[in-house]
């Protein structure tokens, strides 16, 4: 995933601060993000599912019936399952 300058840092240092966390130096209340949930549609729902793919955090969700989406389908990268209804 291409990241833009200042988003680079910010990403990196959230990795840093997970892996502190992993290892048990880092505050408890730090470890309130395990997974991200999202129905996939434009904005901030993919944006959600981006961070969670970029820090490898657990991610998914429901998305409509075909993955509609207001741009078309909901990209088969995003692990969301698909609901029984159109929306």
């Given at each position: 995933m291409?990241?833009?300058?200042g988003?680079?840092?910010?990403l990196?240092?959230l990795r840093?601060?997970r892996?502190?966390m992993e290892e048990?130096r880092?505050?408890?209340?730090?470890?309130?993000?395990?997974?991200?949930i999202?129905?996939?549609?434009?904005?901030?729902?993919?944006?959600?599912?981006?961070?969670?793919?970029?820090?490898g955090?657990r991610?998914?969700g429901?998305?409509p019936?075909d993955r509609?989406?207001?741009?078309?389908v909901?990209?088969?990268?995003y692990e969301?399952?698909?609901?029984?209804s159109?929306?």
């Amino acid at each position: 995933m291409r990241v833009a300058p200042g988003r680079a840092t910010f990403l990196t240092l959230l990795r840093g601060d997970r892996r502190t966390m992993e290892e048990g130096r880092g505050p408890s209340s730090a470890r309130l993000i395990e997974r991200i949930i999202s129905g996939g549609q434009t904005g901030a729902d993919r944006g959600g599912l981006d961070a969670a793919i970029a820090l490898g955090l657990r991610h998914g969700g429901w998305c409509p019936k075909d993955r509609a989406a207001e741009d078309g389908v909901v990209p088969a990268r995003y692990e969301v399952r698909e609901a029984n209804s159109p929306g």
